[in-house]
C-alpha cells in the first residue's frame, strides 16, 4: 500500500480544504445490501445515517446495566483506557470496550450494523476503536468540531478514507442533552489544520482537543454551504456517520445523561501504517496495530427499511 500522504494535516502554515478522492459507499450491488437502496443513498448524501429501533429496550438496559458496573470497576478506572472530564474526576470515555468487555464484544459483531459497515465499504472490517462515551447530566463537556478521519490520519496512520463509525444510543439524544451535531455532505472536503502535534498528545486531547480541529473560518464556510443537524433519537437507535464528516457536540447542562456505545469500522484494505504526523503512534487502546482482525458476525438480520 502507498503510503504517499494525499491528505496532509497540521504541516501547513495556514488551513487548507482538500476535496476528497475516495467514494463514501465503495458497494455497487445495491440488491445485497443489508438496508434499502434509499438509506444506502442518503448515506452517500449526507455522510451519515440515523437508524431508528435497531436495538429494543431490553438490549438497551441489558447495556446500561453493563456499563453501571464498569464505573465500579476501579481497575478499570485506573487505567490509561478510562478518560475523566477536563475538570473533575467525571467519567468521560471509557475505551478498548470490544477486547475488554465481552457484552461490548458482541455488540460491535451484530450483524445489525457491522453488516451495513461491510456493504458500505466493501470489504471485511476490524474495530480501529472503540468506546464508550459517557455525557453525565450538568457536568458533561463539550466535543468540539472535528473530522475523525484528520486525527485517525495524522496520529493512528490510516491512509484513506474507508472507514465508519457507528454510535448506539444508550439514552434518549436530544437538542437539550447535548447530542451530536454533524454537517450534512462535509465528508466530501477535507479540512487541514494547523498546529504542530505534542509528544504524546492524545493525553491531553482526549480531555479537551485543540490541535487538530479546524479553524474558526474554515468551519464558518463549512456552516453556510453545509448546514448543521441534531444527530436527534431514543435509546435503540443508531446513528452511522462516514469517517470524515465534521461533527461535534455541545455540553450537557441538563439532569439528563447522554451515553452512546461507539465503534469505528475500518476496512481491511484500509488497515494503519506509521502515523503520518508524529513518529511515535497513539496506544493500541486508542488505535488497534497490533491485533488487527477481520470481525466475525453470526447470521444477518432482516433486512431494514
Known amino acids: 500500500m502507498s503510503t504517499h500522504d494525499i491528505y496532509p494535516s497540521r504541516k501547513q502554515a495556514k488551513p487548507e480544504?482538500?476535496?476528497?478522492?475516495?467514494?463514501?459507499?465503495f458497494a455497487s450491488d445495491y440488491l445485497r445490501a443489508p438496508i434499502s437502496e434509499t438509506l444506502i443513498r442518503q448515506y452517500e448524501r449526507d455522510g451519515f445515517l440515523l437508524l431508528p429501533n435497531?436495538?429494543?429496550?431490553?438490549?438497551?438496559?441489558?447495556?446500561?446495566?453493563?456499563?453501571t458496573n464498569m464505573q465500579k470497576d476501579e481497575a478499570l478506572l485506573a487505567s490509561d483506557a478510562a478518560i475523566t472530564e477536563p475538570e473533575g474526576n467525571a467519567l468521560r470515555s471509557v475505551f478498548q470496550i470490544h477486547r475488554n468487555n465481552d457484552l461490548y464484544s458482541r455488540v460491535a459483531a451484530d450483524p445489525r450494523?457491522?453488516?451495513?459497515?461491510?456493504?458500505?465499504?466493501?470489504?471485511?472490517?476490524y474495530i480501529h476503536q472503540s468506546r464508550l462515551n459517557f455525557k453525565p447530566g450538568f457536568s458533561g463537556k463539550d466535543f468540539y468540531w472535528h473530522s475523525d478521519f484528520e486525527t485517525w490520519h495524522v496520529e493512528d496512520g490510516m491512509p484513506r478514507m474507508r472507514a465508519l463509525s457507528a454510535s448506539i444510543l444508550l439514552t434518549d439524544n436530544n437538542e437539550f442533552n447535548g447530542s451530536?451535531?454533524?454537517?450534512?455532505?462535509?465528508?466530501?472536503?477535507?479540512?487541514?489544520?494547523?498546529?504542530?502535534?505534542p509528544?504524546?498528545?492524545y493525553r491531553?486531547?482526549?480531555?479537551?482537543?485543540?490541535?487538530?480541529?479546524?479553524?474558526?473560518?474554515?468551519?464558518?464556510?463549512?456552516?453556510?454551504?453545509?448546514?448543521?443537524?441534531?444527530?436527534?433519537?431514543?435509546?435503540?437507535?443508531?446513528?452511522?456517520?462516514?469517517c470524515n464528516v465534521m461533527h461535534g457536540s455541545n455540553s450537557n447542562i441538563t439532569a439528563s445523561p447522554r451515553s452512546n456505545l461507539f465503534f469505528v469500522y475500518n476496512a481491511m484494505s484500509?488497515?494503519?501504517?506509521?502515523?503520518?504526523?508524529?513518529?511515535?503512534?497513539?496506544p493500541e487502546f486508542l488505535a488497534t496495530r497490533e491485533q488487527i482482525e477481520p470481525l466475525v458476525s453470526p447470521h444477518p438480520h432482516k433486512k431494514a427499511g
Open 270 to 282: 484500509n488497515r494503519v501504517v506509521e502515523p503520518f504526523g508524529p513518529a511515535k503512534p497513539r
Open 113 to 125: 450494523i457491522a453488516d451495513i459497515a461491510r456493504f458500505i465499504l466493501d470489504d471485511e472490517v
Open 204 to 242: 491531553d486531547s482526549l480531555k479537551n482537543q485543540t490541535v487538530g480541529t479546524p479553524d474558526s473560518g474554515s468551519l464558518n464556510d463549512f456552516q453556510q454551504r453545509y448546514g448543521l443537524q441534531y444527530a436527534k433519537a431514543k435509546a435503540g437507535s443508531v446513528l452511522l456517520f462516514d
Open 17 to 25: 480544504i482538500i476535496e476528497r478522492e475516495e467514494p463514501t459507499v
Open 199 to 201: 509528544e504524546d498528545y
Open 54 to 67: 435497531v436495538f429494543s429496550q431490553a438490549e438497551v438496559n441489558g447495556f446500561l446495566a453493563e456499563m
Open 180 to 197: 451530536l451535531m454533524l454537517m450534512p455532505g462535509s465528508h466530501k472536503e477535507y479540512i487541514a489544520c494547523v498546529g504542530e502535534t
